[in-house]
Nanobody, 111 residues
Framework: QVQVAESGGGLVQPGGSLTLSCAASGSCFNINAGTWYRQAPGKERELVATITRGGSILYAEYVKGRFTISRDSAKNTVFLQMNSLKPEDTALYSC?????WGQGTQVTVSS
């Protein structure tokens, strides 16, 4: 059983930045893609960004140029650097590795 845990969420003002971390046990991210999702209240969960084990990256259109996904293979951790945050980025952010999911970390963008 792989354990996945997100961290780094919080309250930030519009225009601010946060870096989220997603740590997985074992070597999950070395053999599987790591993907960040988010779900705002009353909305469907949506993909934010994904990074494959080969390093290929895909972003949702609404975060291109603002968010950066990266991976530290030695630490088996995937990061999501979020800049120029907007109120509409407010959501529960979660990540997965294969079929394993974390509990999520809340990001709230508000003045």
């Amino acid at each position: 059983q792989v354990q996945v845990a997100e961290s780094g969420g919080g309250l930030v003002q519009p225009g601010g930045s946060l870096t989220l971390s997603c740590a997985a046990s074992g070597s999950c991210f070395n053999i599987n893609a790591g993907t960040w999702y988010r779900q705002a209240p009353g909305k469907e969960r949506e993909l934010v960004a994904t990074i494959t084990r080969g390093g290929s990256i895909l972003y949702a259109e609404y975060v291109k140029g603002r968010f950066t996904i990266s991976r530290d293979s030695a630490k088996n951790t995937v990061f999501l650097q979020m800049n120029s945050l907007k109120p509409e980025d407010t959501a529960l952010y979660s990540c997965n590795c294969a079929e394993f999911w974390g509990q999520g970390t809340q990001v709230t963008v508000s003045s």
